[in-house]
């Protein structure tokens, strides 16, 4: 008899091995579904004073925890530092890490934390303007049924099988058969749950802010300049949203000023703030003035609802306000309009160059448009060189290598930033990095100009981390009428 129990031991001691294994195994797989939340980074641009941020926030995972964020100044920011931190939406940052914004290119990461799922903002402020940028924590992947079945039924047949095949199970065939029935039935549970399992899909931390549509909060807006004045805000929709501009303090030509921008909802009034970061911005604001000066700049959300960036007007006149944004959900990509004044006696503008070589920014820039007729698609190829040399390390800008901005002619049949008739368009070339990370010399653009005209465009590339901008002017001719 003990030589037996003694040639049973091991033998025992194996399968209770291998069904452990198996258990492991098949709980395994459960455990790591529940703890891959992925993490969400985003990329944001921030105009900021006179500052040019680029951040990129990695979002905590589910539940929260830790909050990179990396900053990375760009455009000639003057010395000094910002103050990082992470806040409940219209919270008061609480012991704020100071990020210094100097050298240009000089990327930064500081760890800030968001310890808890929901709503929160990162804020960044320069000691003027607090810019508030929403992100959200997921909540944490709660175990699901299939986790649970998988466990118990395991565990279960697991039990159920080490005891049916103890000596003392297997002289009761009985007892030794229900348990082995019970071990059958845990791990067939098991089984079929592992089968039938939906693949891992954990809550994802986006960059979607939550609907706020709350009023600003006067006290925690963050913009330095009080309640704004609106020399002539001139509200015009586009879409769903509707965009107010003003500007905080009375504007003159070649000083700056904080332009403000109210988005509110046609169809309910309320606070619009459920952008959603795109193209590595929450607005692209396009601010064209009466001189044709284009300022491609991204606003900074003091408030739900309501942007700010600072401009240096050149000319007085009125300027037109393209603000494009997608919201969240199924809002889709909209562009609203809007103006502002900077009074005083305007000037006419002189248009600019048309198609063929120029200078900018040190640079020779040869721009072809072969052909330009309405209703058709056409090409804008913009070739840079230096000092006889082509240039290729022109860096990508909001995730493309070069923007094309054009606005097309006013009832006047010239453009004119203010004429609602004056169609605003935005092309993108997107033309992979070369080996280096860098385009050039060539960035090229399509766009089809909806009716005949003169056009004004700009092309815009960045080099040592400055955005480089070249105005053109070109007219598009009717496409021919049928032969009658
Ligand atoms: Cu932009």
């Known amino acids: 008899m003990c030589l037996v129990i003694a040639q049973q031991a091991p033998r025992r001691a194996v399968v209770v091995l291998v069904l452990l294994g198996a258990l492991a195994a098949l709980v395994a797989p459960a455990a790591l579904a529940h703890e891959a939340t992925p993490t969400g980074v985003q990329r944001i641009e921030l105009d900021l004073g006179a500052r040019e941020l680029a951040l ?31 806040v409940r939406p219209g919270g008061v940052p609480a012991d704020p890490v100071a990020v210094p914004v100097a050298p240009v290119g000089q990327p930064r990461e500081v760890a800030l934390s968001a310890d808890a799922p929901g709503a929160w903002e990162v804020t960044v402020a320069d000691g003027t303007t607090v810019a508030r940028v929403p992100i959200t924590v997921a909540v944490p992947a709660s175990t699901p049924g299939w986790v649970w079945a998988v466990r118990v039924g395991a565990l279960l047949g697991v039990v159920a099988l080490v005891a049916a095949l103890t ?55 963050g913009h330095g300049g009080g309640a704004p004045t609106a020399p002539t805000p001139m509200p015009m929709t586009s879409g769903s949203v509707v965009a107010t501009a003003s ?34 911005a929450l607005v692209h604001l396009a601010v064209i003035g009466p001189d044709r000066q284009l300022a491609h700049v991204h606003p900074v959300r003091t408030a739900p609802g309501r942007y700010v960036v600072r401009l240096t007007p050149g000319a007085a006149g009125r300027y037109g306000v393209f603000a494009e944004m997608e919201r969240a959900g199924d809002g889709g990509h909209q562009v609203a309009r809007t103006a502002f004044e900077v009074p005083g006696p305007s000037v006419p503008a002189a248009p600019a160059p048309g198609p063929g070589p120029r200078e900018a920014a040190g640079m020779q820039v040869d721009v072809a448009v072969p052909e330009a007729v309405a209703g058709r698609p056409t090409s804008v190829v913009a070739t840079f060189g230096q000092g006889g040399r082509q240039v290729t390390d022109l860096q ?64 815009q590339v960045q080099r040592g981390w400055q955005v480089v901008t070249v105005p053109v002017t070109v007219d598009v001719t009717p496409a021919a009428a049928p032969a009658p």
């Open 396 to 459: 990508g800008w909001l995730g493309m290598a070069g923007h094309l901005m054009v606005l097309g002619p006013g009832l006047g049949g010239t453009p004119d930033p203010v004429d609602p008739a004056s169609a605003f368009g935005h092309v993108h070339d997107m033309g992979a990095p070369g080996p280096a990370g860098t385009h050039g010399p060539r960035v090229s653009f399509e766009h089809t100009f909806p009716r005949a005209g003169r056009y004004q465009l700009w092309v």
């Open 167 to 221: 000596p003392s199970a297997r002289q009761r065939p009985r007892v030794a058969i229900g348990l082995g029935a019970v071990a059958l039935v845990g791990l067939t549970v098991a089984g079929t749950a592992v089968a039938t399992a939906p693949s891992s899909a954990p809550t994802t931390p986006t960059a979607a802010p939550a609907p706020v549509t709350a009023p600003p909060a006067g006290g925690h807006a």
């Open 247 to 280: 500007t905080a303090t009375p504007a003159s030509p070649g000083a700056p000023v904080d332009l403000v921008l109210d988005l509110t909802d046609s169809s309910t009034g309320a606070r619009v703030d459920d952008l959603a970061i795109h193209d590595d």
């Open 56 to 86: 990129t926030i990695t979002a905590p995972p589910g539940g929260g925890g830790r909050l990179p964020v990396v900053v990375l100044p760009r455009g000639d920011a003057p010395p000094g530092e910002v103050q990082l931190a992470a």
